[in-house]
């Protein structure tokens, strides 16, 4: 098939950026989306153009490296897909995609489709840990876990960071990212020891990179490759409200 | 060049405790006079970072992806060995010990081996600590399941996410460091040599991705733990970034090279769908404990599986290994694979597929039973095949999936050159020919939280290294090489991309330096190699400048390297005269076509010195001595 696609090009985190048209050729129905982009690459370098930038490293959904909004949908919009996982079986013939990178304030554009999200480490950096050094800790059975909790934490602990949470957000809202952490740790009697202290100051962290308020629309959910539920950002907050009545 | 593997004197039980007794500490207060280099944020390297910053050294760490979360290592799936015995049956650790010398085909070091299996069960330990949701089971303790090559049940997992979930939790300590400020991160920055000053490591040089600029970092040692290099072969299961960079840019200022030709296949991977093929993807091996795999018996026979009637198809697993059958081990599994393709009874587009069929399993099973077992490996099959492998066989190929070589080490991670360790995949030190299933992951912890805080110590207290900074005139030098180079590659401006050229390296290791190896094939790449690397510095395209973010520069940055790393491997695949684990030379076989080892010739580690592009490297060979264990020659029949 052949594919018409409308791919944001901007140079620099301080070039203006635009759309530029190019034709996607002999596009087949196995070819990942990204795979198809090396192809419409090698295509501009033979052309002695300079190649579309875009992120991605593992292409089997699970290091959270790719990103893109396609057609204004982030990862494009098959259910618990990541970008890399999203195969062109689902586009067809004469199709015209739009490719944009993630847009948030605290995600700048770092070239084309490449962004900055250094925030989330820093959120992750504020709390998201249990604190543990290594050497003398308990016998991995000294504490036995209910199988429910830790299947909760599991679902919670499988966010693999790459953003779109945020990008699908009309508020640019991280709530869905820090919930995940905040419940997968907050879940676990190792992480309960430091839940208020956590919640505290990863949702600071948050609020200081620039990340908006979230008004529990959902289009995080919707969009988000692991499929993380709602129910941990009510969690959260009331996980927040918690630890700041017991600060007080 | 001195290959003293420094392994502690007594009975191996009790080599780990008595060296670490012997071993020299530093005093808790002199620790933050220590600045320490860790390049990569894998298991191995954000383990080992966030370790000894803990005990208050000061590290940088770096990491070319975006965050140091996004390391290879997430993409492990089925598990982690430790010799807990929590299912009590009768697991220890010179069980696990055992087991994986006797996979590794007997060419790892024992001491190695069971210092790994001691250390085994403090990492579950530490990562139960950290918050890692390893499965359990209703009464709430840790849950196991068995994975290839052992007999007990002493793999620890989360979902299929445990390289995921393991990985976070040694991100998590590493980002309680980088808040602490005790560890500064790079990432989006690339190692592109390491810096000597007087023969020790004293630093690197780094190119930041982001901007282009080239930097030095100095430091008292310099940790490497960046990954493995199957992605010489182009197509891999593993991530487009790895790379063999750190340690063969190591490798050129004098590192040996332990055993390179030691290359681990997976024998259920998704086959190759075309020429845009960008990477495979890995099927969990639990898959063939209910699928079977067959081809048709006829040449050519293009008709859809399920037309093929019984009598025409052929069970070669089951025909040729009746007790094994379909769970005969990777290695065999995958040369058997690759025998019915080329005698072009290969199933799928381009030929190079075999069925893994499940419709008797689904019939004896039911299909409720096969979903719940397998629901989310047939949904990614799905995905990225579009076809539904309740109704039709899957298709699998084999695919290069771990290196088990790399740089060589001692005992205490250190490589030659005094001042470099190593750690993780991208040293050479456990596995021997072959890596058992869910030992990386348990190799790269023990290596970064419990082996290398201790060694790393002993040399800063044994050995007074040197102080430079990067003032010194060996960084400038190193530089300016890097800077050179870059340009180069730059200025070239010729007419192929430089994923053709990967991709046609890729198809020449595959061919003759892959699962199956002859002195004839390998001679053949060797005289081909030297040509397509002359290629490739005359004709290379790469666009765009340094001074931005260029991926096609860091990418053939990669592959240039590749291109003179390939040789490596060949020559080690040739000198070595036998069969063993990964390593299956068509000369040295057994009647009915098992690997045939050759212990009194072959019994040592192959390490590599470096003389120059375009140069043979010379062999220099450790010996390995088992006091402990009695080879044999395994059989699966
Ligand atoms: C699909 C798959 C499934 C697997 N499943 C299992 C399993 O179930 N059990 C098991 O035990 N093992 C498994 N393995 C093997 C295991 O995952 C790896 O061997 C292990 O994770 C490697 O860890 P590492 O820390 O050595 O390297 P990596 O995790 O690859 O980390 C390398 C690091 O080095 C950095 N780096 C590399 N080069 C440079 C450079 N030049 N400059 C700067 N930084 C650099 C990278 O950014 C990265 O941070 C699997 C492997 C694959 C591919
Ligand atoms: S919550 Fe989902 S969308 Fe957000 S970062 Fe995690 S995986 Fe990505
Ligand atoms: S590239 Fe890793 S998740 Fe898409």
Same mark, same amino acid.
Request: aromatic content about 8%; hydrophobic content about 35%.
């Given at each position: 098939?052949?594919l018409?696609?409308k791919v944001w090009?901007?140079?620099n985190?301080?070039?203006?950026?635009r759309?530029?048209e190019?034709?996607a050729n002999d596009?087949?129905?196995?070819?990942?989306?990204l795979?198809?982009?090396?192809?419409? *690459?090698?295509? %501009?370098?033979?052309?002695?153009?300079d190649?579309?930038?875009?992120?991605?490293?593992?292409?089997?959904?699970?290091?959270?490296m790719?990103s893109l909004?396609? *057609?204004g949908?982030?990862?494009?919009g098959?259910?618990?897909t990541?970008?890399c996982?999203?195969?062109?079986?689902?586009?067809?013939?004469?199709?015209?995609?739009?490719i944009?990178?993630?847009?948030a304030?605290?995600?700048?554009?770092?070239?084309d489709?490449?962004?900055d999200?250094? #925030?989330?480490?820093?959120?992750?950096e504020?709390?998201?840990?249990?604190?543990?050094?290594t050497?003398?800790?308990?016998d991995g *059975?000294?504490i036995?876990?209910?199988?429910?909790?830790?299947e909760?934490?599991?679902?919670?602990?499988?966010c693999i960071?790459?953003?779109a949470?945020?990008a699908?957000?009309?508020?640019a809202?991280?709530? %869905?990212?820090?919930s995940?952490?905040?419940?997968? %740790?907050?879940l676990?009697?190792?992480?309960k020891v430091?839940? *208020?202290r956590?919640?505290?100051?990863?949702?600071?962290?948050?609020?200081?990179?620039?990340f908006g308020?979230?008004?529990?629309t959902?289009?995080c959910?919707?969009?988000c490759p692991k499929?993380?539920? %709602?129910d941990?950002? #009510?969690?959260?907050?009331?996980?927040?409200?918690?630890?700041?009545?017991?600060?007080? | 060049?001195?290959?003293?593997a420094?392994?502690?004197?007594?009975?191996?039980?009790r080599?780990w405790?008595?060296h670490?007794?012997?071993m020299?500490l530093?005093?808790p207060?002199?620790k933050r006079?220590f600045?320490?280099?860790?390049v990569?944020s894998?298991?191995?390297?954000?383990?080992?970072?966030?370790s000894?910053?803990e005990l208050? !050294?000061?590290?940088k760490?770096?990491?070319f992806?975006?965050s140091?979360?996004?390391?290879?290592?997430?993409?492990?799936?089925?598990?982690?060995n430790?010799?807990?015995n929590?299912q009590?049956?009768?697991?220890s650790?010179y069980?696990?010990?055992?087991? /994986?010398?006797k996979g590794?085909d007997?060419?790892?070091?024992?001491?190695?081996?069971?210092?790994?299996?001691?250390?085994?069960?403090?990492i579950?330990?530490?990562c139960?600590?950290q918050?890692?949701?390893f499965?359990?089971?209703?009464g709430g303790? $840790?849950a196991n399941?068995?994975?290839?090559?052992?007999?007990v049940s002493?793999?620890f997992?989360?979902?299929g996410?445990?390289?995921?979930?393991?990985?976070l939790?040694a991100y998590?300590?590493?980002?309680?460091?980088i808040?602490?400020?005790?560890?500064?991160m790079?990432?989006?920055?690339?190692?592109?040599?390491?810096?000597l000053v007087?023969?020790?490591?004293k630093?690197?040089?780094?190119?930041?991705l982001?901007?282009?600029?080239?930097s030095?970092?100095?430091?008292?040692?310099?940790?490497?733990a960046t990954?493995g290099?199957?992605?010489v072969?182009y197509l891999?299961?593993n991530?487009?970034?790895c790379?063999?960079?750190?340690?063969?840019r190591?490798?050129k200022?004098g590192?040996?090279?332990a055993?390179?030709c030691?290359?681990q296949?997976h024998?259920t991977?998704?086959?190759?769908s075309?020429?845009?093929?960008s990477? $495979?993807t890995l099927?969990?091996?639990?898959?063939?404990?209910?699928?079977?795999?067959?081809?048709?018996?006829?040449?050519g026979?293009?008709?859809?599986?399920q037309?093929?009637?019984?009598p025409?198809r052929?069970?070669?697993l089951?025909r040729?290994?009746?007790s094994?059958g379909?769970l005969?081990p990777?290695?065999?599994?995958?040369?058997?694979?690759k025998?019915?393709?080329?005698?072009g009874r290969g199933v799928?587009r381009?030929g190079?597929?075999?069925y893994l069929?499940f419709?008797?399993a689904?019939?004896?099973?039911?299909v409720?039973?096969?979903?719940?077992?397998?629901?989310?490996?047939?949904d990614?099959?799905q995905?990225?095949?579009g076809e539904?492998a309740?109704?039709?066989?899957?298709?699998?190929?084999?695919?290069?999936h771990?290196?088990?070589g790399?740089?060589w080490?001692?005992y205490?991670?250190m490589?030659?050159?005094?001042?470099?360790f190593?750690?993780?995949?991208?040293?050479?030190?456990?596995?021997g020919?072959?890596?058992?299933?869910?030992?990386?992951?348990?190799?790269?912890?023990?290596?970064?939280?419990?082996?290398?805080?201790?060694t790393?110590?002993?040399?800063?207290?044994s050995?007074?290294?040197?102080?430079?900074?990067?003032?010194?005139?060996e960084?400038?030098?190193a530089?300016?090489e890097?800077?050179?180079?870059?340009?180069?590659m730059?200025s070239i401006?010729?007419k192929r /991309?430089?994923?053709?050229?990967?991709r046609?390296?890729?198809?020449?290791?595959?061919?003759?330096c892959?699962?199956?190896?002859?002195?004839?094939g390998?001679?053949?790449?060797?005289?081909?190699?030297?040509?397509?690397?002359e290629?490739?510095w005359?004709?290379?395209n790469?666009?765009?400048?340094?001074?931005?973010?260029?991926?096609a $520069?860091?990418?053939?940055?990669r592959?240039?390297? !590749?291109?003179?790393?390939?040789?490596?491997?060949?020559?080690d695949?040739l000198?070595?005269?036998?069969?063993?684990g990964?390593h299956?030379r068509?000369?040295f076989?057994?009647?009915?076509?098992?690997?045939?080892?050759?212990?009194a010739?072959?019994?040592f580690?192959?390490?590599w010195?470096?003389?120059?592009?375009?140069k043979r490297?010379?062999?220099h060979?450790?010996?390995?001595?088992?006091e402990?264990?009695?080879?044999?020659?395994r059989?699966?029949k």
């Amino acid at each position: 098939m052949t594919l018409t696609l409308k791919v944001w090009r901007q140079s620099n985190a301080h070039a203006t950026g635009r759309f530029v048209e190019y034709q996607a050729n002999d596009v087949i129905p196995d070819m990942s989306f990204l795979e198809m982009l090396d192809v419409v *690459n090698e295509d %501009l370098t033979d052309r002695g153009e300079d190649p579309i930038a875009f992120d991605s490293d593992c292409r089997e959904g699970i290091c959270g490296m790719c990103s893109l909004m396609i *057609n204004g949908v982030a990862h494009g919009g098959q259910r618990g897909t990541a970008t890399c996982q999203l195969h062109m079986r689902h586009f067809k013939d004469g199709d015209t995609i739009a490719i944009e990178p993630w847009r948030a304030r605290a995600f700048p554009v770092i070239k084309d489709l490449v962004v900055d999200r250094i #925030a989330f480490d820093r959120i992750i950096e504020a709390g998201g840990f249990v604190s543990v050094s290594t050497g003398g800790t308990p016998d991995g *059975n000294a504490i036995p876990i209910p199988k429910d909790d830790q299947e909760l934490a599991m679902d919670a602990a499988s966010c693999i960071g790459c953003g779109a949470c945020v990008a699908a957000c009309k508020n640019a809202s991280a709530m %869905l990212f820090v919930s995940a952490k905040i419940s997968h %740790l907050g879940l676990l009697p190792q992480g309960k020891v430091e839940k *208020n202290r956590r919640v505290l100051s990863m949702v600071k962290s948050m609020d200081e990179a620039g990340f908006g308020g979230c008004t529990v629309t959902g289009s995080c959910e919707a969009v988000c490759p692991k499929e993380i539920s %709602l129910d941990f950002i #009510a969690q959260m907050n009331r996980d927040y409200l918690k630890a700041l009545l017991e600060r007080e | 060049m001195n290959l003293d593997a420094k392994i502690p004197s007594g009975p191996l039980e009790r080599k780990w405790d008595r060296h670490r007794l012997e071993m020299k500490l530093v005093n808790p207060a002199n620790k933050r006079k220590f600045d320490v280099i860790v390049v990569g944020s894998g298991l191995a390297g954000a383990s080992a970072a966030a370790s000894l910053a803990e005990l208050g !050294y000061n590290v940088k760490c770096f990491c070319f992806q975006d965050s140091p979360r996004r390391a290879h290592s997430i993409a492990a799936q089925g598990g982690i060995n430790a010799a807990k015995n929590y299912q009590n049956d009768g697991d220890s650790a010179y069980r696990l010990f055992y087991d /994986t010398i006797k996979g590794g085909d007997f060419r790892a070091r024992e001491a190695n081996v069971y210092r790994l299996a001691q250390l085994s069960v403090n990492i579950i330990d530490q990562c139960v600590a950290q918050g890692v949701p390893f499965a359990r089971e209703y009464g709430g303790l $840790l849950a196991n399941r068995s994975f290839g090559g052992a007999q007990v049940s002493r793999t620890f997992y989360a979902r299929g996410q445990t390289g995921q979930q393991l990985l976070l939790g040694a991100y998590q300590a590493l980002c309680r460091q980088i808040g602490l400020g005790k560890v500064q991160m790079f990432a989006r920055t690339e190692m592109l040599d390491v810096v000597l000053v007087e023969g020790q490591a004293k630093g690197i040089v780094v190119r930041d991705l982001v901007t282009g600029q080239i930097s030095s970092h100095a430091g008292d040692a310099v940790v490497l733990a960046t990954g493995g290099y199957s992605n010489v072969f182009y197509l891999s299961t593993n991530a487009r970034g790895c790379n063999v960079t750190a340690i063969y840019r190591a490798h050129k200022k004098g590192a040996a090279f332990a055993n390179p030709c030691y290359t681990q296949i997976h024998p259920t991977c998704i086959p190759v769908s075309g020429e845009h093929q960008s990477k $495979l993807t890995l099927m969990s091996e639990s898959l063939r404990n209910d699928g079977r795999v067959w081809v048709q018996k006829q040449k050519g026979d293009t008709r859809p599986p399920q037309q093929i009637p019984e009598p025409e198809r052929d069970y070669y697993l089951e025909r040729k290994y009746p007790s094994y059958g379909n769970l005969a081990p990777r290695d065999i599994a995958s040369r058997a694979a690759k025998e019915v393709c080329d005698e072009g009874r290969g199933v799928g587009r381009g030929g190079l597929g075999v069925y893994l069929d499940f419709s008797d399993a689904i019939s004896r099973l039911g299909v409720a039973t096969i979903k719940e077992r397998y629901g989310n490996l047939f949904d990614m099959y799905q995905t990225i095949t579009g076809e539904n492998a309740y109704q039709t066989p899957m298709r699998i190929y084999p695919a290069l999936h771990y290196t088990m070589g790399g740089l060589w080490v001692d005992y205490n991670l250190m490589s030659n050159l005094p001042g470099l360790f190593v750690l993780g995949e991208a040293n050479f030190s456990d596995h021997g020919a072959n890596r058992l299933g869910a030992s990386a992951l348990m190799q790269g912890l023990a290596d970064g939280y419990f082996i290398l805080p201790y060694t790393i110590g002993h040399y800063f207290a044994s050995s007074k290294p040197l102080k430079p900074s990067v003032s010194h005139p060996e960084f400038r030098k190193a530089e300016e090489e890097v800077k050179a180079r870059t340009q180069r590659m730059l200025s070239i401006r010729g007419k192929r /991309t430089v994923s053709s050229f990967h991709r046609e390296l890729g198809k020449l290791m595959w061919d003759k330096c892959g699962m199956a190896r002859n002195e004839a094939g390998l001679k053949e790449a060797l005289q081909r190699i030297p040509a397509l690397r002359e290629e490739y510095w005359e004709n290379v395209n790469v666009t765009g400048e340094n001074q931005e973010l260029n991926q096609a $520069l860091e990418q053939a940055g990669r592959v240039a390297d !590749y291109m003179e790393f390939a040789e490596l491997m060949c020559y080690d695949a040739l000198m070595r005269r036998e069969s063993c684990g990964g390593h299956f030379r068509t000369e040295f076989q057994t009647e009915d076509g098992e690997a045939l080892r050759d212990d009194a010739h072959c019994s040592f580690v192959a390490a590599w010195e470096y003389h120059g592009v375009d140069k043979r490297p010379t062999l220099h060979k450790e010996p390995l001595a088992y006091e402990e264990v009695k080879m044999t020659q395994r059989s699966y029949k």
